[in-house]
Structure formats: structure tokens, C-alpha cells
């Protein structure tokens, strides 16, 4: 999803529009054969699967029905969102990216003609299009468990998909610097993945943190997407009063500002480290 | 007209500091087929992967096509084909989808079928890459090399681990695309290859290249050999000096290496009919590529005393 929009947006350059499309064919190509690898992929495959079901699973058990207070279908889903950002894109994407590296699939596809943007792109499309089916199905799962109040602003719940995307792939791509194989990518995810569960405001209010650590954790990667979903979805900004529509822009600020940031240092960071070959 | 690869004093470095590739230079013209020759080490597919733009140079420039294949990789790209030295699939795709992929990141591509057919994969298609021999990888990764229809062909060590009549056949399809026009630049450490195939070639050593030119020059600026059994020393006269030869007489064999092939000849044989000596296993051959090739090695390693030559 990330990624067509990217695409499209490239022919400011109108001079060069061949260039652009041939760019989207490109990574169409790249991805289909990415997505064979995903599907191929049984552990891959079993995630997938297993994740909405545990969840709606867990919805189902947990569901308050009528009695659901303001804002728990919010932040249900904004948990759900936090979920597949961190397993779907960042912890899949860690394991392809080092997999097409450690067997010469990104070497081989640098001496093509495809951009190294488009490489990336085109391996990252298909957990980007299986993490937007699952969080499509899932908010369904909630829709008809607990429900929504009407969404205060959509919009934002849109750039924190889009921009949280951006940097789970981006932070995948960076966390290859010290992954040596497939199988070390189970511990070497750990650090991003221990570190945003609890301190993302995914499984529980950053208020139950003391003010310093709370503080500290507005800064991390996957907080402003958690604050956004809940912003756009019943609109309870950060410091926990209530807005409107027209407010909600304003309150959407900070989280904004934040997920631009770690969009800037994935891209510093992929640049920075991100090795195209097994180490000699 | 340009040449089509132009490489001056390219250096490469790697992290540790540790210089593969030492201040090399040549060029390929259009439509010939340039081979660097040398041992496991020796810097060819270092060389090789800066020219292929995968990698800026530590120093010195590189020119494909015109330009620099690392920074103008969008402009070069589409008119060069790369054989890797290892190939790079996914394992878990077939042969069809892999070369289905690789022809969809491509401008101007063959039909999948003609290129596998091309490389004797057809009928092939519907196998997993990790059920393909050594041999057929490298053909897959020669097949993927021409479905762009490139200019210009990188083909790093494109035989190894291939069985002798796959090697045939990859030459003589090396040679239909040559006669296309395409040019070619290849690694090898088969001598018998470059010999085959190349037009004009370069022997690198530890980075350097030691020698360069067809073959017929590189062989030339090795002496030719004359041997024959040792003549009983009782029964006949001394040898007669050669001039321009150097005579190695060990105890069994004579071994006359000479610049001036047939003059040389000419006076032992001369020598050999005035003294009445018959000359037992006679034989004279000019010098080989794989000579010339021993000879590099030799001459950089530092000398080791069993090899003593005692001048007659």
C-alpha cells in the first residue's frame, strides 16, 4: 500500500515518466516472486494465519458487548495495528531481507536493472499487503465484537498506517546490519520488538509508566502510530483529554513529527549499514 | 569508436585494508571477447564486480559504455547482462519463475523460453532452483546473463562446475554471440578456455596485471623447448653452444628453451648428423599459454632451490 502510493507520487519529474512506470513494473515483478517465497514459507504462513485468528479469538473472550467503554474498540485496534507492524512487517522483513542477502538474491538483483529503492520495495510488498489484509480483517473482528463510536479523523489513522509501515520496513532493512542469518533473526528482533510491546502504548496506557519512562517512550518508533490510531479512531489525544475533529490535527502534531523523524533515521540508517552480501 | 570498457589504475581495497586489486588498466573494444586469466586470488572477479558497478573503486576510474557503471547504474544497466560467480536465486522458486522475475525487472527482454532454451534449460522450467545440479545453476545464471539482449556480457568464471560437453556448448554459444556482435569480458582460470575464446586477454597476479595481449603475443614472450634423451656422454662429443639458448642437462633429459625456435634447431640438428649422434625422443614445440601462464606464477614467487638450472 506504502509502496504504490510511493510510485505514484514519483512522476513530478514528467520528463521521465517511462522511467516511473517501468519502476512499478519492476517491483511488481520482484514482489510476485517475493510473495510465491511468502506463501511458500510455512512458518511465514502459519503467523499470518494464526494471528488474526488468536486475536479475534481473544476478542471474543474479552468482549464487553454493549457495556464497551469509550475508546476500547480504539484501542483494540491500535494493539492489533502494533502487532502486525512488529511481527508482520518488521520480524518477516528481517528474516527475507537476510535470506535474499545470505543467498545472493539482493547481490544478484543489484547487477540488474532494478534501483536498490525498488529491490527493497519489491521484497517488503507482500507482508505489506498481508499486514493491510490482516489489520482489515481484524478491525472487522472488533467492529463486530465491540464496535466503534464514529472515527474522529480517518485521516490520521491513515498516516499512521502509511508512516508506520514506512518505518517497520525501514527499521527491518537496518536491523539486517546485525542479523547474520535467518535463523539469528529471532534474537537479533528481540530489542525493537521487546522494547515497543510495553513501552508503545500497545498493550497498556504509557500513564502506568512513572512520568520519566513515559516521557522517554513518546520518542520511540511505534508509539506515535498507537497514538495516532487512537487520535483518529475516538479521538483521546496523548495527554488523555478528549477532541474533536478539528483539534485532533493539532493534537496529531507531536506523534507526526515523531514517525517523520524515525522515517529520516531508517533512511539514514539503511544507508548507513545495510550490507548487500554475506559478509566475505 | 570508443572502447566499450575502459578501466585505468583501478584499485580496490577491501575493510581490514587488505588491496585485492592493485592499479590495473585495460580496455575492451567493441564486439571482442577480453579474458582475465589468473589463479584463485589473483583479483579477477574483484576487477570484475567494480566494472559490473556493484562496487565503487578505492581508486582509479572505470568507463562502460561511456559511463561510470556504479554512479550512471540506471543508464548502464539496461544494455550489460551479468553472470555472477555465484549464482543468486531463491531456492524455493522454479527455474520458470525465476527467470519470469528476473526478465519483469528488465527493459527489453527475451521470451523466458528462447533464453532457457538458449542455454539448454528448456523443458527444465518447472523444477526448483535447490533441485538443479552445480552445472544447471550456472546455466540459469547464464540464461538470466542474455535475457536482456545486453551489448555487453560479464560472465565470471561461466564454466566451472559445468561437464565437458555443457563447457562446448556454452562456448559455442559464447561464440554465436560474439559473432552478434556482443562484447564479452570473462574470468577464467582455464587456460584452455581463454585460449578457446578470447580475442585478447590479461593474466592477472595478486592484483596486478602481468601480462596482456592475444594470445599469440603472451605465448610469444615465452621461449620455445627443444628436449631430447641425454646422449651418451662416452660416446659422443659435447653439445654445441646455442646462442640465445638456454641447455638445462639433467641426467636423463636435455632441455634447450630458445627464443630462436628454429635456428636453434638447425645447428643441433646440424651438430647431430656431423657427430653421427642420434637424437632419441626428440621433440620441438613453441610455447603454450598454459607456459606462459606457470611462468607469471614463477617468476613472482620466491625461488625455491629445487628447481636448479645448470647451464651446459
New interface residues.
Given amino acids: 500500500m506504502t509502496t504504490l502510493t510511493a510510485t505514484r507520487r514519483r512522476p513530478k519529474r514528467p520528463q521521465r515518466p517511462r522511467?516511473a512506470k517501468?519502476g512499478a513494473?519492476?517491483v511488481?515483478?520482484?514482489a510476485?516472486?517475493e510473495l510465491?517465497?511468502l506463501v511458500?514459507?510455512r512458518t511465514a504462513m502459519f503467523t499470518a494465519l494464526a494471528l488474526p485468528i488468536a486475536m479475534v479469538g481473544l476478542l471474543r473472550m474479552s468482549g464487553t458487548g454493549d457495556d464497551a467503554a469509550a475508546g476500547v474498540g480504539a484501542t483494540m485496534t491500535a494493539m492489533m495495528i502494533g502487532f502486525v507492524l512488529l511481527f508482520v512487517v518488521y520480524y518477516n522483513l528481517v528474516s527475507a531481507y537476510v535470506?535474499?542477502r545470505e543467498?545472493?538474491?539482493?547481490?544478484?538483483?543489484?547487477?540488474?536493472?532494478?534501483?536498490d529503492a525498488?529491490i527493497l520495495t519489491g521484497t517488503a510488498l507482500p507482508s505489506l499487503i498481508l499486514a493491510l489484509v490482516q489489520t482489515v480483517l481484524m478491525t472487522l473482528g472488533v467492529a463486530m465484537t465491540i464496535g466503534f463510536d464514529s472515527p474522529v479523523n480517518l485521516l490520521l489513522v491513515f498516516v499512521a498506517l502509511v508512516g508506520g509501515s514506512i518505518v517497520f520496513v525501514l527499521l527491518a532493512a537496518a536491523s539486517t546490519a546485525f542479523t547474520k542469518n535467518v535463523e539469528t533473526a529471532q534474537v537479533s528482533t528481540l530489542p525493537v520488538l521487546m522494547v515497543c510491546m510495553p513501552l508503545s502504548g500497545m498493550m497498556f496506557p504509557l500513564s502506568q509508566w512513572p512520568d520519566a519512562v513515559a516521557d522517554v517512550a513518546r520518542f520511540l518508533p511505534l508509539t506515535p502510530v498507537v497514538d495516532l490510531v487512537n487520535l483518529g479512531l475516538s479521538g483521546v489525544s496523548v495527554d488523555g483529554s478528549v477532541v474533536d475533529f478539528a483539534a485532533s490535527f493539532e493534537a496529531a502534531m507531536m506523534p507526526v513529527a515523531v514517525l517523520v523523524a524515525w522515517i529520516g533515521v531508517g533512511v539514514w540508517a539503511q544507508r548507513r549499514w545495510f550490507r548487500?552480501e554475506p559478509r566475505? | 569508436m570508443p572502447d566499450v570498457i575502459e578501466v585505468t589504475d583501478l584499485r580496490r581495497s577491501?575493510t581490514g585494508g587488505f588491496e585485492a586489486v592493485s592499479g590495473v588498466t585495460f580496455t575492451v573494444r567493441r564486439g571482442e571477447l577480453f579474458a582475465l586469466l589468473g589463479t584463485n586470488g589473483a583479483g579477477k572477479t574483484s576487477t570484475l564486480e567494480v566494472i559490473?558497478?556493484?562496487t565503487v573503486p578505492s581508486g582509479g576510474t572505470v568507463r562502460v559504455l561511456g559511463h561510470d557503471p556504479y554512479v550512471d547504474?540506471?543508464a548502464v544497466?539496461?544494455r550489460?547482462g551479468?553472470m555472477?560467480q555465484?549464482?543468486?536465486?531463491?531456492?524455493?522458486?522454479t527455474v520458470g519463475?525465476?527467470a519470469?522475475?528476473?526478465?519483469?525487472?528488465?527493459?527489453a527482454p527475451r521470451p523466458v523460453d528462447e533464453a532457457l532454451d538458449m542455454v539448454g534449460l528448456a523443458g527444465r522450467g518447472d523444477v526448483t532452483v535447490k533441485q538443479l545440479s552445480g552445472g544447471e545453476r550456472r546455466r540459469l545464471d547464464l540464461a538470466?546473463a542474455l535475457l536482456?539482449r545486453p551489448e555487453v556480457l560479464f560472465l565470471d568464471e561461466p564454466t566451472t562446475g559445468l561437464d565437458p560437453e555443457s563447457r562446448r556448448d556454452t562456448w559455442r554459444l559464447v561464440r554465436d554471440l560474439l559473432r552478434d556482435g556482443t562484447t564479452v569480458l570473462l574470468t577464467t582460470h582455464y587456460l584452455d578456455e581463454a585460449e578457446e575464446l578470447a580475442d585478447r586477454l590479461a593474466i592477472m597476479h595478486r592484483g596486478r596485471i602481468v601480462r596482456t595481449g592475444t594470445v599469440a603475443d603472451i605465448v610469444a614472450t615465452q621461449p620455445s623447448t627443444i628436449t631430447f634423451d641425454r646422449p651418451d656422454p662416452t660416446s659422443s662429443p659435447p653439445l654445441p653452444e646455442l646462442p640465445g639458448a638456454l641447455v638445462v642437462d639433467d641426467s636423463q633429459d636435455v632441455v634447450i628453451h630458445t627464443d630462436m625456435l628454429q635456428r636453434s634447431l638447425t645447428e643441433l640438428l646440424e651438430w647431430a648428423r656431423d657427430h653421427g649422434v642420434e637424437l632419441h625422443g626428440l621433440s620441438a614445440r613453441s610455447a603454450s599459454l598454459e607456459q606462459a601462464f606457470l611462468a607469471v606464477a614463477a617468476e613472482h614467487e620466491p625461488r625455491t632451490p629445487q628447481t636448479e638450472e645448470v647451464p651446459a
Fill in positions: 522511467r517501468g513494473r519492476r511488481a515483478a520482484l510476485r516472486a510465491r517465497l511458500r514459507n535470506g535474499r543467498e545472493l538474491v539482493l547481490k544478484r538483483l543489484r547487477v540488474g536493472e532494478a534501483s525498488e548487500w566475505g | 577491501y559490473e558497478g556493484l547504474r540506471a544497466r539496461p550489460t551479468v555472477l555465484a549464482g543468486g536465486f531463491p531456492s524455493d522458486l519463475e525465476t519470469a522475475m528476473w526478465a519483469g525487472t528488465l527493459s538470466l536482456g
